[in-house]
């Protein structure tokens, strides 16, 4: 939040994002598709800092169906206008 610190202090070229933001994103992205109680597991690992003027795209993939089951695997990804990782992750939901 104090662009003198990060340049000076941090090293970078101006104020990022806080990472849980990211996080926070994926975790919209599931609810506003699922409701949260069939969440059995959330799990996100953040790879880069959101910058000032970034556009944040999160994507969801179905990468695994357990037809024993009605669970299913979700890779998540949420990345920039650059195609740059923020951050990526996997749920497990049931239906």
Not at 2 to 17: F, K
Not at 70 to 79: D, G, P, S, T
Request: glycine share 6%; net charge negative.
């Amino acid at each position: 939040m104090d662009t003198d610190y990060a340049r000076n202090e941090a090293g970078l070229d101006d104020v990022i994002g806080y990472g849980m933001l990211t996080t926070a994103y994926l975790d919209r992205l599931l609810t506003n598709w699922i409701p949260q109680t069939s969440i059995r597991h959330f799990k996100t690992r953040l790879h880069a800092p959101t910058r000032i003027g970034d556009k944040i795209t999160c994507i969801e993939l179905i990468s695994e169906k357990f037809h024993n089951e009605e669970k299913i695997k979700v890779e998540l990804r949420a990345e920039t206008q650059d195609g740059i990782c923020l951050a990526a992750g996997e749920a497990d939901i049931v239906f």
